[in-house]
C-alpha cells in the first residue's frame, strides 16, 4: 500500500496560532517523511524532513512529530504568519524506490 | 547558485499532439525525477532518472517517457495527449550522496490540452 492519507484538507488560523496538520501511511517500508510547501503558481518547497528513528525535529518555527508505531506524522508551525499561508504535503519514501508518495494537500490561511 | 528552472512556463496543446517538456537540475545534483500535480491534489511520480538510465516509474502509460543527458538535465515527452494530461508538470532534482531522498523542485511546466 503506497497511499499516505493528508487531513484536515484545509485549516484556517490566526496569526501567532500552531495549525498542525497530520499524515497517515501504511506501508511500513517508507524511511523518509519529508513536508513541502507550495505557493500558488509555483514548485512545492521542501521544508523539513525526518527518519523513523527520531520522534521529533525542529527547524526554525516548523516541527515534525513522528509516531512509527501509529504510522503518523504531523507538521507544527509555531508563531504562524499571514505569509505561511500556502499549500502544505506530507510525503514518504522508501530506499529502494526513492519516488516521493505525496499526501492530498493541506490548504492553509493565516489570519492577521 | 541557480535552482531547478523548467521550460516552457505553459503551453497549450490539442488532444494527439506530442509535448517535450525540458528540466535543468540544480548544480550538484546528478538525480531528476518528473511529477504530474492534477489541480487541487498532489504530485503523482510520473519516473526518475540516474546516470541517463530510468530508475523507477509510477502508474503512468508508455506514452509518458523522458531523457536525461550528461549535463544532469532531462527532457519529458507526453505522445498522443489526452484531455486528462492537463496538468502541472514538476521536476525535481537530487543532491549527489542523498539516495534521491532530498528532492527540490522547478516551478513546474502548466500544460492545457483541449
Known amino acids: 500500500q503506497q497511499q499516505v492519507k493528508q487531513s484536515p484538507q484545509s485549516l484556517i488560523v490566526q496569526k501567532g496560532g500552531i495549525p498542525i496538520i497530520n499524515c497517515a501511511y501504511e506501508?511500513?517500508?517508507?524511511?523518509?517523511f519529508p513536508w513541502y510547501q507550495q505557493f500558488p503558481g509555483k514548485g512545492p518547497a521542501l521544508l523539513i524532513a525526518?527518519?523513523?528513528?527520531?520522534s521529533e525535529k525542529k527547524e526554525g518555527r516548523f516541527t515534525i512529530s513522528f509516531n512509527k508505531s501509529a504510522k503518523q506524522f504531523s507538521l507544527h508551525i509555531m508563531d504562524s504568519q499571514p505569509g505561511d499561508s500556502a499549500t502544505y504535503f506530507c510525503?514518504?519514501?522508501?530506499?529502494?524506490?526513492?519516488?516521493?508518495?505525496f499526501g492530498g494537500g493541506t490548504r492553509l490561511m493565516v489570519k492577521p | 547558485e541557480t535552482g531547478v528552472t523548467q521550460s516552457p512556463t505553459h503551453l497549450i496543446k490539442t488532444r494527439g499532439q506530442q509535448v517535450t517538456l525540458r528540466c535543468s537540475s540544480q548544480?550538484?545534483?546528478?538525480?531528476v525525477s518528473w511529477y504530474q500535480q492534477a489541480l487541487g491534489q498532489g504530485p503523482q511520480f510520473i519516473f526518475q532518472?540516474?546516470?541517463?538510465?530510468?530508475?523507477g516509474r509510477g502508474n503512468f502509460p508508455p506514452r509518458f517517457s523522458g531523457l536525461q543527458f550528461p549535463n544532469y538535465s532531462s527532457e519529458l515527452n507526453v505522445n498522443a495527449l489526452e484531455l486528462d494530461d492537463s496538468a502541472l508538470y514538476l521536476c525535481?532534482?537530487?543532491?549527489f550522496g542523498t539516495g534521491a531522498h532530498e528532492q527540490y523542485f522547478g516551478p513546474g511546466t502548466r500544460l492545457t490540452v483541449t
Open positions: 510525503a514518504a519514501s522508501r530506499d529502494a524506490g526513492n519516488m516521493l508518495t
Open positions: 525526518i527518519r523513523p528513528d527520531v
Open positions: 525535481a532534482s537530487s543532491p
Open positions: 548544480s550538484g545534483h546528478n538525480t
Open positions: 532518472y540516474y546516470r541517463e538510465e530510468e530508475n
Open positions: 506501508n511500513t517500508a517508507f524511511d523518509y
